[in-house]
């Protein structure tokens, strides 16, 4: 008598992969709050200002307590990023050798510090050096999280499960408006120590939670790879353990050629993804477009309450930014996905959506009128957020799985770099030199139109999906409907 097929592997952990996603989803919304509520006028504040007669008002919130300049508020805003860029290809290629469920354990640990750090800071400086640490712990969620959520969502979900997942970017930065705002009204300081407490048990549940295999590698190495598909009950600690003797038995000539070869490695990982045309044109239009997003994040709410004198521009602004943010970023998936996801259509996707969003962002900077500007910068902000799911899903799709969290990182790295970290400053300083925040939008936006160009030539490159190169059993076209996570549902595991 026939029997079914037992599961691929078993379930390694007591949470599903709707679970996963929930649970990242969250912790992303995190990052992105805190984002939000540093940008919120109740929060960030403004600066002491004194007429023409030498009355002077008092400033409130960060630029006000430390007496920053618009220069030095942007330059704050990027802060955290250094620490990101040193870090994200780092906590990839550790991926490698530790668990990145560990690594994103020790990443969020360092956020939860720096934040609650941030409400304790007193002057310039030292908000600056714990901005750069909560780059650092955010470095390791970035990187590896998105290949989790590819590895196990559905095959014919993939990109609006991409979508739920950095659906939480405008979300958080909109929630963060109204939470900064609100929070702010008492203490600016408040607002960051009640993100730490927010984050810590997501912090916890990196260290105890028991770990996942990403595809491509395995990241405790090719021994626990095959332990875990024998079945057998060691844990990934007991691993660590006995992968961490070894390295410290080793004679200090061995580790050091042991380091070199890791280096190595990793500048011919890099190599193989600047070669790769596909990934470059993406991230190229990635970086235009995140030089804008950045800037908008940070300086909308003022620039709303400065052109047309919004009295709560937190809400405002994050009232249509978390409303756009969700339809925008889950259409986006969703279309991709019912349009067949393949890259050759992210591309005409991104950019088309793109085009058609800096068309209405850019009138809406037009108008004198707050409700013209309002729908037409709400059409503008669907648009624009339709194009979160597609880019992550060509970032994922067009390298090789063992290739994905360097790709993640590598582009993060990218687009903040050359796109959020100088905007918010050039911003500032564009504004501090014309004074008039009508002309810096609409210099602002024009350059989602360099976004969409770049990404319509990736509609003409030779792409190929790379998502099962590394696998030793290839699936076709025709049998992808009939694969499984990596992560099983239990109630698949009970049907078997």
């Known amino acids: 008598m026939a029997t079914d097929p037992p599961p691929l592997a078993p379930n390694p952990s007591w949470f599903t992969p709707k679970k996963l996603l929930v649970i990242f989803c969250i912790i992303n919304l995190l990052n992105y709050l805190d984002r939000g509520a540093i940008a919120s006028n109740g929060v960030n504040g403004s600066r002491q200002t004194c007429s023409e007669g030498g009355t002077c008002s008092s400033g409130s919130g960060i630029q006000g307590d430390f007496n920053l300049s618009n220069f030095e508020d942007g330059v704050l805003s990027s802060a955290f990023m250094v620490g990101l860029l040193v870090a994200s ?292 902000e669907l648009l624009v957020f339709a194009t979160q799911g597609p880019v992550n899903f060509i970032c994922l799709h067009s390298v090789k799985p063992s290739l994905r969290p360097l790709s993640m990182a590598l582009s993060t790295v990218s687009i903040h770099i050359f796109g959020d970290v100088p905007s918010s400053p050039l911003v500032g300083l564009v504004q501090d030199h014309i004074n008039n925040w009508r002309i810096t939008a609409l210099i602002l936006t024009s350059f989602l139109f360099l976004a969409a160009a770049i990404w319509f030539i990736g509609v003409f490159l030779h792409s190929v999906d790379k998502f099962n190169e590394d696998s030793n059993h290839p699936v076709t076209t025709v049998d992808k409907s009939d694969t499984t996570p990596l992560l099983e549902e239990n109630t698949m595991a009970q049907m078997a």
């Open 89 to 380: 290809p780092i906590f990839a290629s550790l991926a490698n050798s530790i668990s990145p469920f560990r690594l994103i354990g020790v990443g969020l640990s360092v956020w939860t510090f720096a934040t609650a750090g941030c409400g304790f800071s007193f002057n310039f400086w030292s908000i600056t050096i714990f901005r750069m640490l909560v780059g650092v712990g955010e470095a390791s969620f970035i990187s590896l999280a998105a290949p989790f959520i590819d590895d196990n969502a559905p095959v014919n979900q993939k990109t609006t499960w991409l979508g739920a997942f950095y659906m939480c970017i405008p979300t958080g930065i909109a929630v963060g408006y109204v939470y900064g705002g609100l929070v702010g009204q008492f203490n600016w300081r408040i607002a960051f120590w009640g993100e730490a407490v927010l984050m810590l048990p997501f912090a916890i549940l990196g260290f105890v939670m028991k770990p996942l295999q990403l595809k491509g590698f395995s990241p405790a190495g090719s021994k626990k790879a095959s332990i875990l598909q024998d079945g057998s009950e060691c844990q990934d600690d007991e691993l660590s353990t006995r992968e961490s003797a070894d390295q410290s038995s080793k004679p200090f000539g061995l580790t050091v050629a042991w380091n070199a070869s890791i280096l190595t490695r990793f500048w011919e990982d890099v190599k193989i993804l600047l070669l790769e045309r596909v990934y470059v044109v993406n991230v190229l239009g990635y970086i235009a477009y995140n030089f804008v997003i950045g800037a908008y994040s940070y300086w909308g709410p003022k620039a709303g309450y400065n052109i047309y004198h919004m009295s709560n521009a937190d809400i405002m602004f994050g009232g249509i930014t978390i409303v756009c943010g969700i339809l925008g970023t889950l259409a986006g998936g969703f279309v991709l996905d019912l349009m067949t996801s393949t890259i050759s259509n992210a591309f005409k996707l991104l950019s088309f959506a793109t085009l058609f969003g800096a068309i209405f962002c850019f009138t809406s900077f037009c108008f004198k009128s707050l409700y013209a500007f309002m729908a037409l910068f709400s059409i503008g």
